[in-house]
């Protein structure tokens, strides 16, 4: 694909002329007669104009063999991408060190992003012994995460942070990092919203190695 741009970007004249060429070349080598050889090239052609026009689809750019080719938005998931995390064998510092090192490859690849995490996660973390009772959960996750406060969502506690979370994705066109199915009774607010994004190939399901957050839809990760 990578070389059909490259063509595409020197011109169409020039590319079809060079398509003709090439296809022309490969039936005369194989066998030398003149209208076999000038069919090859045509038939060349041909193929290039129409995976060209493929290229163009705003449809087709949304989806590259499974993989969300123009992402610019992204939406986390931040409770699941760290439980998912912990369920890898990572023990806190390096679930957080993992989702730190993923924020830092969407950065590079300028995609923006913003993370929602539950109100629930307060009570989990002191439970577990790795925050202060009286420190707030977002300047704690800013901290951890190395991130501006400004890109870190958690709704009040009697709210769930998934109700915020799909209606901002649906709303801003972003990716969906989440592993939720999103087919629980609570989800009833935002279960069409999220079978809409699921349909448009915006849900994207990740895993957690020791190493990383792989995510198949995203064509880098």
């Known amino acids: 694909m990578g070389v059909i741009y490259w063509l595409h970007k020197n011109g169409w004249t020039t590319t079809l002329v060079i398509c003709f060429l090439i296809g022309f070349s490969i039936v005369w080598i ?28 705003p449809k087709s750019k949304m989806k590259i063999k499974g993989t969300l080719a123009n992402l610019k938005l992204l939406g986390i998931d931040g409770n699941n991408v760290y439980m998912e995390a912990i369920r890898s064998g990572l023990d806190v510092d390096g ?90 009774d609570e989800d009833q607010l935002i279960k069409e919203a999220a079978a809409k994004l699921r349909r448009h190939n915006r849900i994207l399901p990740f895993s957690v190695t020791p190493q990383s957050i792989i995510v198949p839809g995203i064509t880098w990760c």
């Not at 009697?158 to 999103?182: M, S, Y």
Request: glycine residues 4%; neutral net charge; hydrophobic residues 40%.
């Open 30 to 57: 194989e066998k030398p007669a003149l209208p076999n050889a000038f069919l090859g090239g045509i038939l060349l052609s041909a193929i290039f104009t129409l995976l060209i026009k493929f290229w163009q689809n």
């Open 95 to 184: 679930s957080f060190k993992i989702i730190i090192d993923f924020l830092k490859e969407l950065d590079a690849k300028d995609v923006e992003h913003h993370l929602f995490w539950d109100a629930k996660f307060n009570d989990y973390a002191i439970k577990e012994g790795f925050k202060d009772n009286n420190e707030d959960l977002r300047t704690f996750l800013s901290h951890k995460l190395k991130l501006d406060i400004k890109k870190i969502t958690i709704p009040p506690k009697n709210q769930r942070a998934d109700d915020h979370f799909i209606p901002w994705c649906e709303k801003t066109g972003a990716g969906v990092l989440t592993n939720d199915l999103f087919n629980k």
